[in-house]
């Protein structure tokens, strides 16, 4: 099992940026690939950005391409994602998701509680 914790979140204008990090414990980190997702308010909870375990494969909803950067490090139990040019449309409350697997995938097993961004409009 893995426990995920995730922070980072807030308030910040558009055009911002924010760091979010999921902080993993449990089994050895450098097992999991780690996705986020994202849900707004009404709507349903939507791919964001992933990466594989070894941090070599990373992959993006088309809507945060070029926005965000996912990136993790395995000695700190971490995985981050990099937020820039933040947009209304960002605001959600963001999981992390882990997956004892070497591959990307949208299939995770492991959800951590959230942390909600608000990009006001």
Known sequence: QVHLVESGGGLV????????SCAASGRPFSRWTVGW???????????VAAI???GGSTSYADSVKGRFTI?????????Y????????????????AAREVAWLTRDYDYWGQ???VTVPS
């Not at 997702?37 to 791919?47: L, N």
């Not at 990136?71 to 995985?79: A, C, E, I, L």
């Not at 994602?81 to 992390?96: F, V």
């Open 52 to 54: 594989n375990r070894s």
């Open 71 to 79: 990136s993790r490090d395995n000695t700190k139990n971490t995985v």
């Open 37 to 47: 997702f994202r849900q707004a308010p009404g709507k349903e909870r939507e791919f």
């Open 114 to 116: 959230g942390t909600q």
């Open 13 to 20: 204008q558009a055009g911002g940026s924010l760091r979010l």
């Open 81 to 96: 994602l990099q937020m820039t040019n933040l947009k209304p449309e960002d605001t959600a409350s963001y999981y992390c």
